[in-house]
């Protein structure tokens, strides 16, 4: 319930304004109650964009299940995220912007869940040529999924058009052709 509750605040009043007390009110429960399940603040939102990353990821499965070609699927995954980040940009924000308290290692579980989209990027790169080395496509694969993210997160800011008014999706798809052309000549 508190992650349900703390998603659907972020949707509606934005990160910034996120707070323990806001969830604990909007469930009924005292910010002590949620304290209990949570080992703070920091655990709350962390296991709110857990969820934002699994439904990132079941999105993007969803959307490429039936596709045979892994370059369609790669394009599809992007045009997936992109809708994604674009439909709820104060979640998918989060994900990346929230800072947990200094000295915190990175919980295993979000690790495993941000390297969820890279290897489902490797594994289309993998089948586009198989015989690339690991450490050749694993390089590929974040570059390729970094490149992406970058276009989006300047788009979704504001901040992409400083060099003339390009399209987001256009952008995405001149990267993807590029790192595949690349990829493929290698």
């Known amino acids: 319930m508190a992650i349900s509750a703390a998603a659907k605040l972020v949707e509606t009043e934005g990160f910034q304004s996120l707070t323990a007390r806001k969830v604990a009110a909007k469930i009924g429960y005292t910010v002590g109650t949620l304290y209990h399940v949570f080992r703070n603040f920091d655990d709350l939102v962390i296991h ?4 934002t990353i699994d439904e990132m990821a079941a999105l993007i499965q969803q959307k490429t299940r039936k596709k045979r070609n892994p370059e369609v699927r ?5 045009e997936v995220y992109v809708q994604y980040a674009t ?10 912007e929230h800072q947990a308290p200094s000295g915190l290692p990175t919980p295993a579980q979000m690790k495993e869940r941000r390297d969820v989209m890279f290897e489902m990027v ?9 015989e690339r080395i ?5 390089h590929t694969a974040t570059a390729l999924w ?6 989006c997160i300047l788009a979704l800011t504001g901040k992409l058009y400083l060099g003339g008014a390009f399209s987001m999706v256009k952008l995405i798809d001149t990267l993807i052709d590029s790192v595949l052309n690349e990829f493929r000549h290698r």
């Not at 439909?87 to 990346?96: C, G, I, M, T, Y």
């Not at 690991?134 to 694993?138: G, Y």
Request: net charge negative; charged share 25%; hydrophobic share 45%.
């Open 87 to 96: 439909d709820h940009p104060d979640r998918w924000r989060l994900v990346f």
């Open 146 to 151: 970094s490149g992406i993210h970058g276009i």
């Open 74 to 78: 790669i394009r599809a995954m992007a």
């Open 122 to 130: 490797a594994d289309n790169l993998r089948e586009i040529s198989p």
């Open 48 to 51: 709110m964009n857990a969820q």
């Open 134 to 138: 690991p450490q050749e496509v694993a």
